[in-house]
């Protein structure tokens, strides 16, 4: 009995997941966590600390890159790294509670942002905006559905969790535009959606974890979180320091909108002694419709397939992880105000949004 919580433990522990911003599709950082205890048995604490990096600059129109954007320099480039901050409290009778808090540096650089793509009058027109601090803090309470002493070799875990509005996500900095006269000026604006801290909502997230134990070296893992957020539009202006166009008022753009995102994951853990190698696929996006509340506002929907490879090495009270989520599908899909314009004119539209190769997740965890 002892050997299979110490391989449920480490199995899950691989499940603890964060779902993350993949370039300009702003997929939130809200990590959550997974625990094992024995049922009436209190736990004690565990600490995660997560960070994340990953470089965005490959940009995608649906499944096509625009590869273009690269060769002709007019590329965004975000650079982005999250430390993440789970506390989870075990529980009796099979329950945990957590509370994660995101802290947060991005820095965009780009062109039409600043002086435009096609400005050859300005040397080094490429800019940066950046943003810093503390995301959208997350609560949730978790409890494992079967009893682990009857089911020893599977069991699943059912989270429900409130996500609060903690995070800036009115954060501005300086824009570089060109006067009529050719002078330079620098205007204070609301950075993009995609480097935001926060999105303005109050959420609603809602997890499944599971695992089954094939044998002491193999078992199988499964995560699915959905992140509901009815708040329809946080009023953060999408102008960068100037007034939104009339296209943008007509199509419901000209302000950010306040997305769902959900994630999906599942693959096989195979142990050898204290190390945990673990191999899988992850599917993580922002849709352009919410299960609750309307659709209007600015969003770069997209979907995300990524192969994840991972590795984790046990000690008596703790555990050092390491993941590189590789994508192998990008797909910038049609956002709300895209289908509009599609009906009003006849033709297709869909934005572009730019996309990360792989991520980087690297931490460790420790129980007291």
Not at 3 to 15: E, P
Request: charged share 20%; with cysteine.
């Amino acid at each position: 009995m002892k050997r299979f919580y110490i391989i449920a433990l480490v199995a899950l522990l691989f499940i603890q997941s964060k779902v993350n911003a993949q370039g300009c599709v702003a997929i939130r950082s809200n990590g959550n966590t997974c625990t094992l205890g024995k049922p009436g048995e209190s736990q004690g604490w565990q600490f995660n600390f997560n960070t994340r990096y990953f470089k965005s600059y490959k940009h995608f129109v649906g499944t096509e890159e625009q590869k273009e954007r690269v060769e002709k320099g007019t590329e965004v480039i975000n650079h982005s790294f999250n430390w993440d901050f789970t506390f989870t409290k075990a529980l009796k009778n099979r329950w945990s509670i957590a509370i994660n808090v995101p802290l947060i540096s991005n820095v965009r650089s780009s062109m039409y942002e600043h002086y435009g793509n096609n400005n050859s009058a300005k040397q080094g027109a490429r800019r940066n905006t950046e943003s810093f601090g503390i995301g959208d803090l997350r609560i949730a309470a978790y409890r494992w559905l079967l009893n682990p002493v009857n089911s020893p070799n599977a069991n699943i875990q059912a989270g429900l969790g409130i996500k609060l509005p903690t995070g800036n996500y009115e954060y501005q900095d300086y824009f570089h535009k060109l006067s009529s006269t050719g002078a330079d000026s620098a205007v204070l604006g609301q950075v993009d959606q995609s480097i935001q801290l926060g999105d303005g909502g109050t959420g609603i997230s809602l997890e499944l974890n599971g695992f089954v134990n094939f044998s002491h070296m193999l078992s199988l893992y499964g995560n699915f979180y959905y992140l509901a957020n009815p708040r329809e539009q946080n009023g953060t202006s999408t102008g960068r320091g100037g007034a939104v166009n009339a296209t943008a008022i007509k199509y419901f753009t000209g302000t950010m909108s306040v997305p769902d995102q959900y994630m999906v994951r599942g693959g096989l853990n195979l142990m050898a002694d204290q190390f945990n190698f673990s191999g899988g696929i992850r599917i993580e996006a922002i849709p352009s419709s919410d299960l609750i509340g309307g659709d209007r506002g600015f969003r770069r929907p997209g979907v995300v397939t990524s192969l994840e490879p991972s590795v984790s090495y046990a000690t008596k009270k703790g555990n050092f992880y390491l993941s590189v989520p590789v994508a192998i599908k990008r797909n910038r899909t049609q956002s709300y105000s895209d289908k509009l314009r599609t009906i009003d004119d006849g033709v297709k539209r869909q934005g572009d949004a730019a996309f990360a190769d792989y991520l980087i997740n690297a931490g460790f965890s420790v129980r007291f």
